[in-house]
């Protein structure tokens, strides 16, 4: 039985992706990793000492990286409920896996 790869993140398949990167037991696929990347960019390397420690400036040019993140994890997040209910998985097993109730699920990711 051929096992078919997928990323490990939003549920694309290798054929949907192109190329997946390879870790123990688990695989990123492109866009995933731009969305890590962009998560990793949106918090300054200076952030150890908090947002307090920040400028105005700095904080400004954060906002623009935040937002494309929020972006990107919402769109994996869409990804694999869409996966999960492809494959008849209950909006009350979702609910549960995301600490919220089947109606809250349903009514944000249908």
Avoid at 50 to 75: F, Y
Wanted: charged fraction near 25%; proline fraction near 3%.
């Amino acid at each position: 039985m051929t096992r078919t790869l997928k990323c490990s993140f939003c549920g694309k398949s290798a054929a949907q992706v192109g190329r997946l990167l390879a870790g123990p037991k688990v695989h990123i696929c492109g866009t995933c990793v731009e969305v890590c990347v962009k998560i990793l960019d949106a918090v300054p390397s200076e952030f150890g000492d908090g947002w307090e420690s920040m400028s105005d400036e700095q904080l400004l040019a954060a906002l623009a990286p935040t937002a494309a993140t929020v972006d990107g994890t919402r769109a994996v997040l869409q990804a694999q409920i869409e996966e999960l209910r492809k494959r008849t998985v209950s909006w009350d097993a979702i609910g549960r896996a995301l600490g919220i109730s089947r109606q809250a699920a349903w009514e944000r990711f249908s």
